[in-house]
Every structure is written in structure tokens, then in C-alpha cells.
């Protein structure tokens, strides 16, 4: 007969299964209720409802928070671990609202989104990438702080050959800030573009390394997630 610590950790077991598609059922409805309440002029009748069907998730994250640290090995690991910490502030706020000015904390609501990363848990794949992360997290480190460094230097650039034709467009470094971005990205929203030649010679070198910038990260996870799968193999 399963263990309530066969049923919440193994996911090769029937009962298991049921457990884990269980969650998943509850945290999707949860999403779709969050995203129910934000439309304007709700019915207070289906405020009501989604306000209870809050509750009962609230309830049933509660009660899966605390069964997996009663099963844990190691409990303080566990409350610690990044899925220990996503379970918990999940359910956080609605605690916290006890007592409290709901208005004052209102922002903490948003927190419910961790609703969403607890499907992370049940997703073999998305735990994959998980894994890809955490292989290439100091790649990925590295690369986001070069990524700022040209996004200093291309706002530098930018303002240097700009700014005397378009003093209001190219008012400073920090404005030169929105264009380097887009730029950098190659997304190119068309809002804010040079107009000498000196600033239209400096965005097309800006362009170029913005395409190396783009492929850098896909090609680091990529290679993380091969390695990935090569360990679960194994």
C-alpha cells in the first residue's frame, strides 16, 4: 500500500498520478479565477463564488505545503528549496490578509501568480529546463552583465551623435536608454530613430551586435538542455 510520501513525491505510481493532476487541476483554475477577477463590473454573485473558490485553493495548497513538509527528509532544505519557498508564497498572502487593511497590501495579491510556478513541480520538461538553468546559470549571469554593458555603451553612442540634431528625442544618456533597448533587441518600434549619418552608421553596428546578442542565450540553453536530457538518461 503507497505512503502518503509515495503519493506526493513519486509520480510513477497511479495514486501518484492522480495526486499530481490533481494540483495541476486546481493551480489552472486558480489562474483562470485570478484572470476572472480583474474584469470590470463582475457580478458581485460570481465575486462571491471566485472569492470562495479562493478559499478552497488556498485550503488545498495549504494542506499540500504542509503534507510535503511532514514527508520531507529534510525539512529545513525543503522550506528553503526553490520549490519550498514557490509553495509558500503562494499561499502567503492570503494569510497575511488577516487582520491587516486588505488595501495596504493589496499589491502582495500578485503573489498568487506563484500559482503558476508550482506547475514547474509536475512538468518533466519544464523541470528539464530547470536543470538547463542551473547548468548554464553562470553563462547566463556573465552574459546579462555584458548585455547591460552595451546597452551603457550603445546609450553613450547614441547620445553622442544625436543629441545636438534631436536635443529632445536624445535629451540624455538615461533617454538614449529606451532606443539601446530596442535597438539591441532588434525589435524596433520606429519611435525614437537617428537621423544623422554618424548616429545611422553607429545603429546598424548596434543592429549587428544586437543579432549576436539575440542568439547568445539560445544557444547556451540549447546546449544546457542537451546535457539535460543526456543526465536523465544516464
Known sequence: ??????????????????FDLSIQFFIILSLIAFSVETLPGLDPGWARLLHFFEIASITVFSVEYLVRLLVADRKIAFMTSFFGVVD???????????????????????????????????????????RAFLISREEIVLFFFVTVILLYLASVGIYHFEHAAQPEAFASVFHCLWWAVVTLTTVGYGDVYPITAGGRIFTFAILLIGLGVVSVPAGLVASALAQAREMESE
Do not use: N
Not at 500500500?1 to 498520478?17: A, H, N, Q, Y
Not at 509558500?88 to 510556478?117: C, E, H, Q, T, V
Open 88 to 130: 509558500l508564497l503562494a499561499i502567503l498572502p492570503f494569510y497575511l490578509s488577516f487582520g491587516f487593511d486588505l488595501r495596504s497590501i493589496r499589491a502582495l495579491r500578485l503573489l498568487r501568480l506563484f500559482w503558476m510556478l508550482k506547475l514547474v513541480r509536475y512538468s518533466r520538461a519544464i523541470q528539464r529546463f530547470h
Open 1 to 18: 500500500m503507497p505512503t502518503l510520501k509515495d503519493i506526493v513525491e513519486r509520480s510513477d505510481t497511479p495514486i501518484g498520478r492522480v
